[in-house]
């Protein structure tokens, strides 16, 4: 079979990648063509375009880049007739990908599969339109969105979810040392938008432990340089592509909320979940309006309560955030509690094998839809 997949940025490169090599285990004639990554990239086929040129943020962002955008699409859609695949796979990144999905069911004769589900259950609700004309399959990687995605009359595969398996991953290869000292880990996103919003105020709140050491996690699509330009050459401060590593070694956490705030709970270290949105007061009103959910993170929207405190919009403050690192680090039930919710948000993800799980399906999927063809 010839595969189609589509990944817009660093989380998706890597759940695109490995899907990729669990369907080449089963499928032993895979071919792919992709936009996507590295990590894509080292399992083979043709890359039409890095994802790196395709991480537009925000309505502003993307106006500003629209003619980028515009040649994105037009590359895409060449490469797609090109390539006259068996199948699309699209990887999250909704708003290119429900528009690459439609012209598809317009000008192609392919099914098209979404593996991790496009977050309507937090906004834009109203995409469920779109998944419903022009998404054959729908993949999805959190418990809760089974029983969401079936109150709009559609139907969907939980699959587990993959930041297990990444976790899991690195838990078998790695050998723990723990940290020289008390350490707290800063993880401010993989954007240089939030980073810019958000680390500044983050290691300011840090600082204020000094017995603790401090370690910024670098995203891999963003040099060094980038974070360097914000905090400066500040010798109390350690910089690290190793997330993984930093986050179980690290006492606590301050997380920008995203995919980071789950791998945190899956690595078992209580943290403080933050989010900058220009606007302040204004924004969280908005939120409340736009966004239905109880929670903005993964860790408390799968443990179903706040499981880990969220400072979001204008609670994002440097004296919030040390009021928080004061109720993890100065009170043990307070800790020991958070660490005990996460092995429950664990238990309710299932094992390890989602992309195995993935494959297999989505090549029975397929395999059906060509029957039936």
């Not at 937090?122 to 022009?134: H, L």
């Not at 300011?204 to 401090?214: E, Y």
């Not at 974070?227 to 956490?253: F, K, M, R």
């Amino acid at each position: 079979m010839h595969y189609f997949l589509i990944a817009g940025e660093a989380s998706g490169d890597l759940h695109a990648a490995n899907l990729m090599k669990a369907l080449k285990d089963i499928d032993a004639d895979a071919r792919f063509t992709f936009l996507g990554g590295d990590l894509m990239a080292k399992q083979g086929g043709t890359q039409v375009k890095d994802y790196r040129e395709m991480a537009f943020m925000g309505i502003v962002n993307v106006v500003a880049n629209l003619g980028k955008v515009m040649r994105n699409f037009s590359d895409c859609e060449e490469a797609l007739r090109k390539a006259n695949p068996d199948v699309l796979i699209l990887i999250d990144y909704p708003s290119f990908n429900l528009r690459v999905a439609k012209w598809v069911k317009k000008h192609m004769d392919i099914p098209v599969y979404f593996y991790i589900a496009p977050k309507l259950w937090a906004w834009k609700s109203w995409r469920i339109k779109a998944i419903r004309r022009y998404i054959d399959e729908m993949f999805t990687i959190f418990p809760f969105e089974t029983e969401y995605f079936a109150s709009k009359g559609y139907t969907v595969n939980y699959v587990g979810n993959p930041t297990v398996d990444a976790v899991e991953a690195y838990r078998h290869q790695r050998t723990f040392v723990p940290a020289s000292q008390p350490t707290i880990a800063i993880l401010a996103g993989s954007r240089r938008q939030e980073i810019k919003g958000c680390l500044s105020t983050m290691i300011a709140a840090a600082k204020a432990f000094p017995d603790h050491k401090i370690v910024v996690t670098t995203a891999p699509s963003i040099d060094q340089s980038f974070y360097t330009s914000i905090i400066g050459n500040d010798p109390t401060i350690t910089l690290t592509s190793n997330t993984y590593e930093a986050v179980e070694q690290a006492h606590v956490a301050v997380v920008n909320s995203g995919t980071a705030t789950l791998e945190t709970a899956l690595l078992g270290t209580p943290q403080v979940v933050v989010y900058h949105v220009v606007g302040g007061r204004f924004a969280s009103l908005l939120r409340k309006i736009l966004i239905k959910i109880p929670y903005v993170s993964l860790v408390n929207l799968i443990g179903g309560k706040e499981v880990a405190r969220e400072l979001i919009a204008h609670e994002f403050t440097q004296t919030n955030i040390e009021r928080e690192l004061h109720r993890l680090l100065d009170n043990d039930s307070t800790y020991r509690q958070q660490k005990e919710d996460y092995a429950k948000i664990a238990h309710r993800l299932g094992g390890e094998g989602t992309a195995k799980r993935a494959a297999k399906v989505l090549t029975e999927k397929l395999s059906l839809y060509k029957t039936e063809k």
